[in-house]
């Protein structure tokens, strides 16, 4: 069964400073992941997704994610903060195969950015 | 276009009462999702479809039904509300596998309260 793992309840960090929010997978096979954001009282955006090809993926609202098969990781990042960033941030993981986009989220992040 | 939608937006039940809530997409997507969002859970699939007649089991399905009669609509039913389907309930729809895009796009979300 594929599983996602999102360490850290909460991060925070300053306007302007660069931010990480961690992700790490279990799954058989080649991995197919997402970013997704999620603003109060809201659903889900999509931000960015690894399918295959270069290991560090360029998404919306300036955010990047860096795919890592052998930690099985694939952190979201963006070099510099803004407070209208902060946000619920879910990480996804989809088998490769299958006839269904199936995915399985993680438990999500929350993003404060402070002035 | 309005994307995926969702209605009601809120609603409470009393445990045993019925209700229905309907999902709508119009991007022509194949498949539709429903997952429910409880804290520190992130999003569990209840039910999934991959067509116009055809429904399928998520992770979670033990006391909602779905249909899904037209290719842009998927309806979540609660025949019996119990308080542990208090949660918010997100709808999502995607394109088929076919189609190299994996990624789902969600409603705004319904919050439901069964008292």
């Known amino acids: 069964a594929q599983s996602v793992a999102q360490p850290e309840d909460q991060v925070n960090v300053a306007e302007g400073n660069p931010l990480t929010v961690k992700c790490t997978y279990s799954?058989?096979?080649?991995?197919?992941l997402f970013w997704y954001v999620q603003y109060p009282n809201r659903g889900l955006q999509f931000l960015l997704k690894y399918i295959t090809g270069d290991n560090l993926v360029k998404g919306s609202y300036g955010f990047e994610a860096e795919f890592n098969k052998s930690q099985t990781s694939f952190h979201l990042k963006k070099p510099s903060a803004l407070v209208s960033d902060s946000a619920l941030y879910f990480c996804?993981?989809?088998?490769?195969?299958?006839?269904?986009?199936?995915?399985?989220f993680g438990t999500g992040t929350r993003l404060q950015v402070t002035l | 276009n309005a994307g995926v939608t969702q209605t009601p937006k809120f609603r409470v039940l009393k445990t045993g009462q019925s209700m229905t809530l309907l999902c709508a997409q119009d991007m022509n997507h194949e498949y539709m999702y429903w997952y429910r969002q409880d804290p520190g859970m992130g999003l569990r699939l209840i039910h999934y479809s991959v067509g116009e007649g055809t429904t399928a089991k998520g992770e979670v399905p033990d006391g909602y039904n779905v249909s899904r009669l037209k290719k842009q609509n998927f309806l979540l039913g609660l025949e019996s509300a119990a308080p542990s389907q208090t949660s918010v309930y997100f709808c999502a729809s995607s394109y088929s596998v076919w189609s190299g895009s994996y990624e789902q796009y969600f409603g705004p979300g319904t919050r439901l309260t069964v008292t």
């Open positions: 799954v058989s096979g080649n991995p197919y």
């Open positions: 996804a993981v989809r088998a490769p195969t299958g006839t269904a986009s199936k995915l399985t």
